[in-house]
């Protein structure tokens, strides 16, 4: 890349950064005060959309009752909100990383922290939600947590964005559902709509992030990132619902996780869920090569 190139490219970094600052200062929201972590839930209102729920539509779930299935909701948005903050965590790390790196002048610097401001209080929410309902922060399975603390070493350029673009996305498609069905319980309304409107501005910088990087990578380092995007990616979707979920509802967790993953309603979800950013990683060249059976395994490929 020439010497002129490299200026413009820092340039533009820095003016994403300093429109996506303004609006960390004009739009947040600080889960503490915004939200009535006493309000009374509604009897009848669900936690998560029936037709997202992973059991749905199979004789499992035939065999229900109502508040089982409301139940099984509440377990497993509570399974998605908690691995959300697991994810969020990692991002943080690898943020903070790149702050220790770089220039603390800089709007770049200045917004990767807003962008750890956000997650730390999204975390702080997610968290609090899950207490309010009464479930667990399920969180991925031990094996996952374990195998995960070697990301932050191994992660950095484009792919390290990618998987966090992954499981924000996923999450936000999701969220934006929740956000506008009034058969939900307004908490999980509102938690919902806070993290959509902050996650907008993650997003975008991620994003970019992953285009500029992925511009100056070479052929190696383009498929070491494909092949660390579609193990990562494998790994959030396969973390979203804790098979202990079903042990909470008076389900066996064995059946029903292999109930679930022959589903075809759920993998349809699965897909809806990650339609927007495979069309990004895609276009990113991110998604190809021997890796390819990971991303069918998680859903996001058909
Ligand atoms: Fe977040
Ligand atoms: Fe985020």
């Known amino acids: 890349m020439s010497r002129a190139t490299q200026v413009a490219k820092v340039a533009d970094r820095e003016k994403t ?3 996506l600052l303004k609006s960390s200062a004009d739009k947040f929201y600080d889960p503490l005060i915004d939200i009535d972590w006493d309000a009374p839930t509604t009897d009848g209102l669900h936690y998560h959309p029936e037709h997202r729920i992973s059991l749905y539509g199979t004789e499992l ?47 770049h610097v200045h917004y990767m922290l807003a962008e750890i401001a956000d997650e730390c209080r999204h975390s702080t929410m997610f968290g609090k939600a899950c207490k309010r309902f009464g479930a667990p922060a399920y969180g991925p399975r031990p094996w996952v947590k374990q195998l995960a603390k070697v ?26 559902e929740h956000m506008a069905d009034e058969t939900l319980q307004p908490l999980i309304r509102m938690v919902n709509r806070i993290h959509v409107l902050e996650e907008a501005r993650h997003v975008t910088f991620a994003r970019q992030e992953v285009v500029q990087a992925m ?6 380092a383009k498929h070491y990132h494909r092949a660390l995007t579609a193990i990562v990616s494998y790994f959030v979707m396969l973390s979203l619902v804790n098979p202990r979920v079903y042990a909470a509802v008076g389900l066996d967790p064995r059946k029903a996780r292999k109930v679930a993953r022959n589903n ?37 490929v058909k």
């Not at 508040?67 to 965590?89: D, N, P, W, Y």
């Not at 990301?151 to 934006?176: K, N, T």
């Open 215 to 220: 511009s100056q990578a070479g052929f190696l």
């Open 61 to 107: 779930w035939d065999r229900m009752t109502p508040e089982q299935r409301i139940e099984l909701g509440k377990h497993e948005i509570a399974s998605i909100a908690s691995t959300g903050i697991f994810f969020e965590v990692l991002l943080m790390q690898m943020l903070l990383k790149q702050v220790y790196r770089h220039d603390p002048t800089t709007d």
């Open 17 to 19: 950064a300093g429109r």
């Open 151 to 176: 990301l932050p070493a191994l992660s950095r350029g484009p792919s390290a964005y990618a998987a966090i673009l992954v499981a924000e996305e996923v999450l936000d498609r999701m969220q934006r």
């Open 264 to 300: 075809p309603h759920f993998r349809a979800t699965l897909h809806y869920w990650g339609e927007r950013i495979m069309k990004f990683l895609g276009e990113a060249d991110l998604v190809g090569g021997p890796t390819m059976p990971l991303w069918r395994i998680a859903g996001l």
